[in-house]
Every structure is written in structure tokens, then in C-alpha cells.
């Protein structure tokens, strides 16, 4: 009766929007203790909204710097990247760009995608350099002294702040900001009900990872990490024999998603590569149903013993 009651099981799940990829993995699950959620996209919306922009280069209009940052992210998949090319768009279709300002947006050159940390592209023979405030550092491009405030104050309001830099000076920064899922605390909490232990890893800040922390109850949190750093964390728990599941959505998580004992991806606006790299895929990115897949998966292998 095992294959059957297994068959049932990834029926079922499918039936409420999960597809799980093998008994194999339907298995995995049943056993999991740990849960590792990535933020933007997973915990939250993945919708961000600007809320400032600023260039510090005074022959570049504000509207500029965004042309030049929505021009380059183009063809990004990440969350920060649809937000940002959304948001000028959304600008435009309602004429807050100047006329002058208002040029159909060029196709980047060599598009870089520096994943979890930004992207680069060529643009009307300058360089652009999009990410995070320590991938500037690392670039050693100079950020005044005036600028590291600003970024500080929204910072603290838990935003995510990316820097704009042209031909490797910087010109100009953007600030969003994020919604947690509004299921997001609830669906931990039922968590923490079937003792399995959530903790956040995240590439982003550590205010904005605190700040979500706190909304949704995680305890456990790690920021600032590369994929690189997300993938070590999850083989520590492997190598410790804890079994970790790991949720992600984007580009970025397919290496996190594959080293972690189980994997699940969000379907909605995850990207292929994250779908092919996990063990279960939540169609409707429904987040509810990771409880749900848990205890379905234990029910399916306690009706096999
Ligand atoms: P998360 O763990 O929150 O999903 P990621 O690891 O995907 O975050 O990205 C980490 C950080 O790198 C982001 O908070 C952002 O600062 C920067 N970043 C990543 N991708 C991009 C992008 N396409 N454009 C600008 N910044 C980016
Ligand atoms: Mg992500």
C-alpha cells in the first residue's frame, strides 16, 4: 500500500495548489524540523514601492537617475528590479516625467546580473551599477559621509536601500519598502504548533530583516547574506543532521533551495530556475499551505509504517 498512500498524498496536495515532485521528496517533508524563509517575495509581497529617490549628481534630474536604474534592471527578475522598472513606468503613464525626460527606454548592453547583491549594464555608453550599499563598498566606490545618513534614516524605517552608480561614481539612491504577507504570521505560528523551528535568511539589511522578523515572529535571523552564505547555512543544519527545508522565490535562491534537505519554491513570481531546483512548488504562492504540505506529508508517511 506505500506507493499508493504516497500517490494519494502528492494527489491531495496538488488538489489544494502544491505540487510535490517525487514520493521521494513527499518523504523529505514529512521529516523536516527547520524551516528557513527567504524574505522578499516569500515573507512578503515582493511589490515594493519607492518611497524616495535622490541624485546626488547635479546635472542629473531625479527622474534621470531613475530612467537610468529602470533601464538597467530591465531584464532582472528580481523583486527589487520589477519594483523599480514599475515604478517608473507607473511615473510615466501618469506625466510626472518631463517631456524632455521622456525617452523610450533603451535595451541595456551587457546586462550582469550580480546575483544577490544588484546588476550591471551598459547604457548610452555609460556604466551602471545597481545593488546594495556593501556591493559599492566592495567596488570601493566613495559614498560621502552625507549620503551614508540618508541611507541610514531609511534604513532604520526598515527599507531597502540600492545605490545607483554611473562610470563608478555614485549618482543617486533608491529607498523601497515591502508588505509582509498578510497570512505570513499566521502560517509560522501554526509552524511553531507542529514543532518545526522558522528562521529568516535574507540578503537584505539587518533592520529590514529585524523589522520583519518581529511582524511575522521568527526568532531566528540571519541578514546580509550572499546565496553563497544562504547555501552554507542550510548545509551546516544538513551536516548537524537537521532537517531544514528552505522556502524561496527568486533567481537567487535556486542554490539555497537546492542544499537544503527539502526545498519549496513560490510558483506565483518565482522564477523557473527556483521552480526546477525545489522538491514542491506553491502554485498560487499561497504561503498558508506550508503548514499544510507538512502535515500532509507526516499524515502520508505515519498511514505507510
Ligand atoms: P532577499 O534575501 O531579501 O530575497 P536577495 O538575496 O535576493 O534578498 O538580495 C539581497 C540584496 O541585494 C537586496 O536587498 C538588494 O539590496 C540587492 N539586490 C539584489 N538584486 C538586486 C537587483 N536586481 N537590483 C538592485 N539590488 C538588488
Ligand atoms: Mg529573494
Known amino acids: 500500500a506505500t506507493p499508493t498512500a504516497i500517490m494519494a498524498g502528492i494527489g491531495n496536495a496538488a488538489a489544494y495548489?502544491?505540487?510535490?515532485?517525487?514520493?521521494?521528496a513527499l518523504e523529505r517533508?514529512?521529516?523536516?524540523?527547520?524551516?528557513?524563509?527567504?524574505?522578499?517575495?516569500?515573507?512578503?509581497?515582493?511589490?515594493?514601492?519607492?518611497?524616495?529617490?535622490?541624485?546626488?549628481?547635479?546635472?542629473?534630474?531625479?527622474?534621470?537617475v531613475l530612467y537610468y536604474a529602470a533601464t538597467a534592471e530591465q531584464r532582472s527578475e528580481h523583486p527589487i528590479g520589477k519594483s523599480i522598472c514599475a515604478h517608473y513606468r507607473a511615473l510615466r503613464e501618469q506625466d510626472l516625467i518631463k517631456k524632455s525626460e521622456k525617452k523610450v527606454m533603451l535595451e541595456p548592453q551587457d546586462f550582469i546580473l550580480l546575483a544577490g547583491q544588484g546588476v550591471r549594464a551598459q547604457i548610452d555608453g555609460q556604466e551602471i551599477l545597481i545593488g546594495k550599499p556593501d556591493l559599492f563598498q566592495q567596488e570601493q566606490i566613495f559614498i560621502s559621509k552625507e549620503i551614508e545618513d540618508i541611507s541610514e534614516d531609511y534604513l532604520k524605517k526598515g527599507a531597502t536601500v540600492v545605490y545607483i552608480g554611473i562610470n563608478r561614481h555614485?549618482?543617486?539612491?533608491?529607498?523601497?519598502?515591502?508588505?509582509?504577507?498578510?497570512?505570513?504570521?499566521?502560517?509560522?505560528?501554526?509552524?511553531?504548533?507542529?514543532?518545526?523551528?522558522?528562521?529568516?535568511?535574507?540578503?537584505?539589511?539587518?533592520?529590514?530583516?529585524?523589522?520583519?522578523?518581529?511582524?511575522?515572529?521568527?526568532?531566528?535571523?540571519?541578514?546580509?547574506?550572499?546565496?553563497?552564505?544562504?547555501?552554507?547555512?542550510?548545509k551546516r543544519y544538513t551536516d548537524e543532521n537537521k532537517p531544514v527545508c528552505m522556502v524561496g522565490d527568486g533567481i537567487n535562491d535556486a542554490l539555497a533551495l537546492k542544499s537544503a534537505y527539502a526545498g519549496v519554491a513560490m510558483g506565483g513570481i518565482g522564477s523557473s530556475i527556483a521552480v526546477e531546483a525545489a522538491d514542491a512548488v506553491l502554485v498560487g504562492d499561497d504561503i498558508q499551505r506550508i503548514p499544510y504540505l507538512i502535515r500532509l506529508s507526516q499524515k502520508t508517511m505515519r498511514k505507510i509504517k
Open 17 to 24: 495548489g502544491i505540487i510535490i515532485r517525487s514520493g521521494d
Open 29 to 64: 517533508f514529512a521529516k523536516v524540523k527547520h524551516m528557513a524563509f527567504d524574505k522578499t517575495g516569500t515573507l512578503t509581497y515582493g511589490k515594493l514601492k519607492v518611497i524616495a529617490l535622490k541624485s546626488f549628481n547635479d546635472s542629473l534630474s531625479e527622474e534621470k
Open 170 to 234: 555614485m549618482a543617486g539612491l533608491i529607498a523601497l519598502s515591502d508588505t509582509v504577507r498578510e497570512d505570513a504570521e499566521r502560517m509560522i505560528s501554526k509552524l511553531k504548533s507542529l514543532h518545526i523551528e522558522p528562521l529568516l535568511l535574507t540578503g537584505d539589511n539587518s533592520d529590514a530583516a529585524q523589522d520583519i522578523s518581529e511582524k511575522v515572529a521568527i526568532s531566528k535571523v540571519k541578514a546580509n547574506l550572499l546565496p553563497e552564505d544562504k547555501m552554507k547555512e542550510l
